[in-house]
């Protein structure tokens, strides 16, 4: 077998045992890029020089015993929103084509600390802003499955690489779903933590109240593992919160009877597919047969989830975007007359079109005639979401649902119709609202063979119990096990 088609977890084991060196993974893994990605374009840069070098550090440490951790030494791979110090993150945008960052993200620390070696950056939606990966300036990302559709977004380079085996697991961001509709897609697992749990500090801010960096990986364990890597308190950002639990690949343990799943019936409703939902409810009978207590029950909020996500995204985007002026860093037009010609020509040629359409929504939110009837509604609106999420957790450990409404669609099938777009992340965004945990592991393949995820949700701070759900799951299921040819 080679090295770049081992799971994460056994890599890392043979890296212990010193069976494999981490620079022989890492080389295997970097060589396995070169050959396949010409085809997926999961990857925006790669690092081999840089991975060498780190591997050669890492391996000392192996080698006198210091390594700790499950994925000590395991190479891997971050989406180009996360600052990786002298490495260029461009967010896939023409505005930020040349930024080299002069310090790391927070989690990047994270994974210097856990041994990991970065072997590149990953395609995304530009600025993160899109549920494809088709609007992003480093070209379309395909999926590996069926290389004539999308791989979800705006995480789809990290899904794309794990399912291709170009990455071991990898780092992503969710905003409304942008984890988790890609790991659903291209047929692996993804966690979006709660809220607070993973710094954000160093990562590029689409909607500050929104994003949330998580991980992804082919399966729960491998998800589990790299989630306690970068899960800390961090004084650099004020919204981190210590992680009451922790220890989430210690807590696996396959056993979920007595665990209360409620099925929200307004999720199985019109407009979902009904291969999605058959495997979906097929998955709900078979954590039924493992001990655990499914019910259906009703949640009518989901009717408003998607206006009010938008609308609050979309302020949030205005605001944070505005730095990107041609100033200090990033693209500059070449030719203008005065400071505001700079900003109009360096703004208008530098962000993509979804890009610009967002901020033009966020800034009409906010405008001092719009702001009360369509900002301050949706933050109620928000509220309302919050406290039917509590309210249903007090009957149920967790909730059950599909992540999209369809399996991955066709490249531009969606790129022209921005409305049907949104309205696939109708069963993602109220996570990102309530700040809760949402976890995405596959359950099955439609007719034509494309990967279908289920969808865990759980209360704040639940991750352990989404996480134990999946893997009992995945201990007698094998569409994790999959890989596309």
């Not at 530009?126 to 999308?150: H, I, L, Q």
């Not at 865990?456 to 996480?467: D, M, S, Y």
Request: with cysteine; glycine share 10%.
């Amino acid at each position: 077998m080679n090295i770049w088609e081992l799971d994460a977890l056994e890599l890392g084991k043979r890296i212990k045992d010193r069976e494999i060196g981490v620079a022989e993974a890492a080389d295997a893994l970097l060589d396995r890029i070169e050959a396949t990605d010409g085809e997926v374009n999961a990857y925006v840069s790669t690092f081999r020089q840089e991975a060498a070098a780190r591997a050669q550090q890492v391996q000392k440490m192996v080698d006198a015993g210091e390594g700790k951790g499950p994925l000590f030494g395991v190479p891997v791979s971050v989406k180009d929103n996360i600052c990786v110090k002298g490495m260029t993150t461009t967010c896939g945008s023409r505005m930020l084509y040349n930024f080299r960052p002069p310090y790391n993200a927070t989690v990047t620390d994270c994974l210097d600390k856990a041994g990991a070696v970065i072997v590149g950056k990953l395609n995304m939606d530009e600025f993160a802003m899109g549920s494809t990966t088709e609007t992003s300036y480093m070209g379309v990302c395909k999926n590996p499955w069926d290389t004539s559709r999308v791989p979800g977004g705006s995480s789809g380079g990290a899904a794309a690489a794990v399912a291709a085996s170009e990455a071991f697991y990898a780092l992503g961001t969710d905003t409304g779903g942008s984890i988790r509709q890609p790991a659903s897609f291209c047929g692996v697992t993804g966690i979006k933590p709660t809220y607070g749990t993973v710094s954000r500090y160093g990562v590029v801010a689409y909607a500050s109240s929104l994003d949330q960096v998580g991980t992804l990986g082919r399966d729960a364990a491998t998800v589990a593992a790299s989630l306690d890597i970068i899960t800390a308190k961090d004084a650099k950002d004020s919204t981190s919160v210590a992680h009451p639990d922790g220890g989430f690949y210690e807590s696996l343990s396959g056993d979920i009877k007595g665990m209360r799943i409620g099925l929200p019936t307004d999720y199985f409703g019109e407009g979902l597919d009904p291969q999605v939902k058959e495997k979906v409810l097929a998955a709900a009978k078979q954590l039924e047969q493992l001990g655990a207590h499914v019910e259906e029950f009703p949640m009518p909020i989901v009717e408003y989830v998607v206006p009010a996500y938008y609308i609050i995204s979309c302020a949030e985007a205005s605001s944070n975007l505005s730095r990107y002026d041609g100033v200090k860093y990033g693209f500059r037009a070449e030719h203008y007359e005065d400071l505001y010609d700079l900003y109009l020509k360096s703004r208008s040629q530098g962000f993509g079109m979804e890009v610009k359409r967002r901020i033009m929504l966020g800034n009409f939110v906010l405008s001092s005639g719009y702001y009360d009837a369509y900002y301050n509604k949706a933050l109620k609106v928000r509220a309302l979401i919050k406290k039917a999420f509590d309210e249903a957790f007090q009957k149920y450990d967790m909730l059950l649902g599909p992540v999209a409404p369809t399996t991955a669609l066709k490249i531009g099938e969606n790129l022209d119709d921005p409305l049907k777009m949104y309205l696939g992340d109708i069963y993602t965004v109220s996570v990102n609202l309530a700040g809760l945990p949402g976890l995405s592991a596959p359950c099955g393949f439609d007719g034509q063979g494309l990967p279908v995820g289920m969808q865990l949700i759980g209360p704040a701070f639940g991750e352990k119990r989404l996480l134990n759900a999946a893997y009992a799951y995945q201990q007698v299921t094998d569409f994790h096990q999959k890989k596309p040819q």
